[in-house]
Each structure stands twice: as C-alpha cells, then as structure tokens.
C-alpha cells in the first residue's frame, strides 16, 4: 500500500461513515474548548477575528471542498467554533473581582444559601455595597461563611455585616482544581467570613426572589414534617436547599458514592418528569372521551417540559441542573416530532447547546460524570435490546435486571473521571446505588405527590412515605460509609491520562465495526501513565504559610493547622485521605513553629514565620539553599545572601509552587500560567530577584531551575 492510501483509506472510511459523525461534532467542541483554557495568553480581538475567518473557511470548504475532504475540514470549523464560544462567554461573564483584602461592611441581598465546608451558613450576595469601593470595582457576587451568632436567613433580604473580604483562591497547586477559574465563570468575584452578627437591613420586596423564596418555603415545609437528616436529605433532592444537611451526613454520602443524588441532576430530573409523564400519559388514557380524541403521549410530553422547566427554577438552575433539562428537553422534544427519544444524536445535540452556552463546564466533574454515564447507559442498553431482549428474559427479572445492569454500566464509565477529580475510589459503591436507587424514584414521586395534595392537607401519607426512603438512604450511606475499606485513595493522574481515556472511550462506543476494539489500545496506556504518576517532592501554599514533603510514609505537612484547603487537597491528590493533623505528625521537618528545617536530596529548606521572622533570615540563609517566608520583604530590607528567598512578593507572582527534584537541581513550577483574565492582574512569575553567589536561578518552560555553581 503506498504512502497515499494511508491518507485516503481513513477519509474513505469516514466519507462512508458520514451518516454517524453527527454524534462527534461535540467531541470536536470539546477539543476546541480545551485548547483555549490551556493558553498561556488572552487572546486578543484580532485573534478571535482570525479564528471565526479561519472557521468559516473551513465550513465553506467543508460544504464546497473536495467532497472527500469533507469531514476533516468541518471538523476543524467544530474545533475552532470551541474556542470562539470560550471568547463570547469570557466577554459575558466578565466581571469585577477583588484584587485586595478587604475588611469593613458589606451590604447585599441574599441569592443563595449553603454550607461551607467547615458546616457554616454561607450566603451569596448580590447588589453589594461595599465601604469605600467604587461600584465598578465592586464584584457583582461576594460569598460569605457566617461563623457569629445564629441568623436565620431567607432569600431575598438585604442584610448588612461587617466582613473579611478577599479575591477567589486559586489552585492550590499546579494543575490542581482551580477555585479561582471557577468562580470567575460564575460571577462570583470575593469570598470571605465574618464572626460579627448579622444585621437584617430590609425584607425581601414583594415579588422580588420569589423563586428563590419559594425554594425556601417548600424546604422548610418538608423540614416541618420531616424531622433530622431525613428532612434535610428530602429537602435537598426536592428543591436543591442543601443547608440544612449536616457535614456528617454530606461525607457519609460522598464516602458510599451516593453524593449524586444530592446533586439535582439527570437522575432526579428524569425520575420527577417520568413520573409527571407516565402518570399523565397512562391516567388520561383511562379516560375513553381523550384517549380517542388526542395524543396522550404528547400531552404528557409538553406537560412534562412544563414540570422540568419548573424544576429548573426552583431547585436554582445550577449547572448540573441545566444540563438535566437540556437532555429532558431534547428528549420529549423527540416524543413531540415522533423520534426515538434516547439516542446518542440526542445526547449529542445536548452536549452542543451546552458546550456552546457554557463552555467552561466541560472542564466540570459534573458534565463529565453526567455524560459518561448517559452515553454509556444508551450504548449498553442499545447492545441489551438487540441481543438479551431478543432472548425474551423473564418479566419478572427484567426490573431487577435492568437496575444491576443500569448501575454498573454507569459505575464503570464514570469511575475513572470519579477518581481523578475526587481522588477515592468507593469500593461498596455498587452496592450502595443498588440499595437507595429504586428508594431514590419512590422518594421522587411522593415528594411530587405531597406537591399536589399539601394545598388540600392530604400530603401526610406522601410526606411519610419520603420520611421512610430518605431514613432508608442515609441509613445505607452511613453504614456503607463505615465499613473497612469503604474508600480507597487514588493519585491524581497526570496531564493529558483523563482525555486519553475519554476520547478512546468515545471512539469505543461511537464508531461502528471492529476497529472500535482498537480503544482498548489508548485506554491501556492511559492506566500505565496513571499508574505512573509522579507527585512533587515539595509543595508550597500561595500563602507560604503551609509547605508539604513528599516522604516514605506520605506527604509530610508543616502545620496541622493553617491553609487547610490547601493541605487537604495535597492529601488527596496524592490518593492519600488521611487528615492534615495526622500528616504533621510525620517524620520530616524539624525545629519549632517560628523556624522549620527540611530536605529534598541534597537541598536544605528553611521555613521562617511569625513576627520575629525576619530577624532570623540572615542566618536562616546561611545554612539552607531557599527559604520560605510568609511575609513581604519591604523594599527598604535588604535580601540576605546565600539563599533564595521564596516571599509573598513571590508567591504573589507565582501562585503555590510545585518543587520537583532531578539531577540538574530543583523545578520550581507555578500554579499561576500564563496571563489569563481570571488571574487578574497581578503579573505571572517571569523574573526573579536573586541575592546569592552559589545559586543559579534560571526561568524554562514556564518553571524556574535552582542549581549550584559548583554543579
């Protein structure tokens, strides 16, 4: 075969597959988006005018070109159009973030209401004030833990408190879990705490948050009759108000791997529409004077995107909720045009819509759960209808069948994304869903029966029978949360493993004949490089108040307390789940908690805090290669020499730095790269001050290299 049937034989292929590519066209999206949040720059206007100059051609030569060279051309019009839609939402959410710590008043009216996760009330605001701050520096969202006396808070009240301020945190180290990006997607530009009583400064206006108030009154309805946890639980899945839910019971969920029932999404929008669907199909099918007159299929249908797009507003439009509706909404739409409802073309226009709405979503542990387990499902249960249904399995069987098969079809696709965002893998996670799921849909349907009978005061029995389910499901989480084993660690996989392992899943499922054996390739792979991953032998908060090493027994933390985030989210990247305090017990760093030495391989690490600190920085750098400091030197200060010294005005730059050793000297690599508009605009580090003669400090591929002039 010559060198151009190796490039015509696969566009052949895919020109004679063209009729199944529609499915890959959020693939290619999805490729575009990830492309632009990798950019280490902002992409100017002249950029994008470029991009949708370069897209349109490619569509033009994907709909006029060679007709062989059709698919390649619209995919990269696919792929670029990722990257447009990630520049229009960017110029959409946009908005102030605070750039400095801020401590003094804040006024604002409630959105939202939550729990930390030290278990406090926290309240989103909107329409802050905040002392001295003019308004176009003012963020357009502030999030505050209440840690004073107890408030009773209610959607739609303008409160007052006096408050500490400061800017979204970033990731707590490179590649980790960026809060920053996140919250800046979301509006929200400062988050903060305040131990100061809360002042209510004015009721809610009539008509104003009365989506919101509603959520609120219907939760504390199902809390009234519902007592303790269960009510709480109840509440949660019914209206999205999860504040009233203890951390005890949120870790037992999460540890049993039935933290997504909480989450209202697929499962519980697709259990309460169902049901509004089948009760309304089926009950005006028993009346001979409509069955004989009008489609009963589609008016359930159009009622159930009625219910659906309620259910959206009320339990708050999140993003997982939004995706649940998308998916329902295409889905009954399908039942309106006389379409099969669940195809992979349906999940495939829904994963447009959304990947072109929000493209930052795709980067969400949400979205890739979500979906993994829908495509899954559909691809599984597509292969059951053609060959165990053709068998005739019993009737009797096929429930209990269809929820085994069900639960382990969605286990295993969304295991390894599981793992890699949250870092544990729940070992009885199969049997937990198998126990609470079909309890989860009877749950559902009452609570949509208690809707409709409170208003007459008939809801008691519905009411007794969600009492019942929830009890059952906390019952199992913390039973299965409790035993040996329950939870295993795992490291974060290194970059490029999960998309590996997605598009080869992908190409597994989506593409016909028997080349699709050929994922088992890639996914393979994927699990070596996962299982190879290497953590950083030093990592240092964007603080410098915490630092952890890398040891034989684990990670060795500094402090047991301080920068609790950060530590915490060390552990558990390094599939470790033991708790800050009992990782600073290990052996690894000495002296007391003004100085604390350490070492990685031959390099000796000096960590200075306090407030005579700076006092002991001449010596300290005598004796060590770098020292930490979580404190500014001053420009009247002089830097010591012999060291160097890693300050806030480092950090500032940096963000939390990752420290690898290797035989050239230590990596130093920041979690800040590149400048990107959710950065803000502090500088990313570029050039470092260095004060000492036997260290080489040089700045490669975006990390800055230590050695020594005698190496």
Not at 378 to 399: E, H, N, S, T
Request: charged content about 15%; proline content about 5%; hydrophobic content about 55%.
């Amino acid at each position: 075969m010559g060198a151009d049937s190796w490039i015509i034989a696969p566009l052949r292929a895919l020109q004679e597959r063209r009729e199944n590519l529609f499915v890959w066209i959020p693939v290619q999206i999805a490729i575009g988006i990830a492309l632009w949040f990798q950019l280490r720059f902002e992409p100017t206007l002249g950029h994008y005018i470029l991009i949708v100059l370069l897209g349109s051609g490619a569509f033009w030569m994907g709909l006029r070109g060679p007709e062989l060279l059709h698919p390649v051309f619209l995919a990269i019009g696919f792929v670029l159009l990722g990257g447009v839609a990630c520049g229009l939402r960017l110029a959409v959410v946009t908005a102030p973030v605070l750039e400095f710590r801020y401590f003094g008043a804040v006024q604002g009216r409630i959105v939202e209401i939550d729990r930390s996760q030290s278990d406090a009330v926290r309240l989103t605001l909107d329409q802050v004030v905040l002392d001295d701050v003019a308004p176009e520096r003012t963020p357009r969202l502030v999030r505050v833990s209440l840690h004073g006396d107890p408030f009773f808070p209610e959607p739609g009240q303008v409160v007052l408190m006096t408050a500490n301020l400061g800017a979204p945190q970033g990731a707590a180290e490179p590649g980790g879990f960026d809060f920053r990006q996140m919250a800046f997607f979301d509006g929200l530009g400062a988050v903060g705490y305040t131990r100061a009583p809360v002042m209510l400064w004015q009721e809610p206006a009539p008509g104003e948050q009365s989506i919101n108030r509603l959520r609120s009154t219907l939760s504390q309805a199902i809390m009234a009759h519902i007592p303790g946890d269960a009510g709480a639980f109840a509440s949660g899945v019914m209206t999205g108000d999860r504040s009233g839910i203890s951390l005890d019971t949120v870790v037992a969920l999460r540890n049993s791997n039935l933290a997504h029932l909480l989450a209202i999404s697929g499962m519980n929008m697709a259990f309460i529409v169902g049901f509004v669907f089948m009760l309304l199909r089926y009950g005006l099918a028993l009346i001979p004077r409509i069955a004989l007159r009008v489609n009963t299929k589609k008016i359930a249908a159009v009622i159930g995107l009625c219910v659906a797009l309620f259910y959206l507003l009320l339990s708050g439009a999140n993003v997982a909720t939004e995706r649940a509706f998308l998916m329902v909404t295409v889905m009954l739409g399908a039942v309106l045009l006389d379409r099969r409802a669940l195809t992979m073309r349906s999940v495939a226009i829904s994963a447009i819509i959304l990947l072109l709405w929000q493209p930052e979503s795709l980067l969400e542990p949400g979205f890739q759960l979500s979906f993994a387990a829908t495509i899954a499902l559909i691809a599984g249960f597509g292969a059951l209808d053609r060959r165990v249904m053709a068998q005739k399995l019993p009737r009797w069987i096929m429930p209990v069948f269809t929820l085994v098969l069900s639960s382990v079809l969605a286990g295993a696709a969304t295991a390894p994304f599981a793992a890699a965002h949250f870092n544990r893998f729940t070992d009885y996670g199969l049997l937990a869903n198998l126990l609470t799921v079909p309890l989860m849909s009877i749950l559902m349907a009452a609570g949509t029966v208690a809707a409709f009978l409170a208003p007459i005061g008939l809801a008691a029995p519905a009411f007794w029978v969600m009492e019942m389910s929830s009890r059952w499901i906390l019952f199992v989480a913390h039973w299965i949360s409790g035993l040996d084993g329950s939870v295993t660690g795992v490291i974060t996989p290194g970059f490029g493993v999960i998309p590996i392992m997605a598009l080869a899943g992908l190409w597994g499922i989506l593409w016909p004949g028997r080349l699709r054996f050929a994922a088992v390739i890639p996914v393979c792979v994927a699990l070596v490089l996962w299982q190879q991953s290497r953590r950083p032998d030093v990592i240092i908060s964007a603080d410098g108040v915490l630092v952890g090493l890398a040891s034989a027994d684990g990670r060795a933390l500094s402090l047991p307390k301080g920068a609790g985030f950060a530590g915490q989210s060390w552990l558990e990247n390094d599939g470790d789940l033991v708790s800050q305090e009992v990782a600073a017990l290990r052996v690894g760093f000495s002296g007391n908690t003004a100085e604390k030495t350490f070492r990685v391989e031959k390099w000796r690490g000096v960590i200075l805090s306090g407030r005579g600190a700076l006092d002991h920085l001449e010596a300290a750098c005598g004796r060590a290669d770098f020292v930490i400091l979580a404190a500014a030197i001053e420009p009247p200060e002089t830097l010591p020499k012999g060291c160097w010294l890693i300050d806030r005005s480092v950090l500032d730059h940096s963000g939390a730095l990752a420290v690898w050793s290797d035989q050239s000297g230590l990596r130093f690599v920041p979690s800040r790269s590149g400048q990107r508009q959710w950065l803000g605009k502090v500088p990313v580090l570029d050039a470092v001050a260095m004060n000492a003669d036997n260290l080489i400090l040089s700045a490669q591929a975006n990390a800055i290299t230590l050695t020594k002039r005698d190496q």
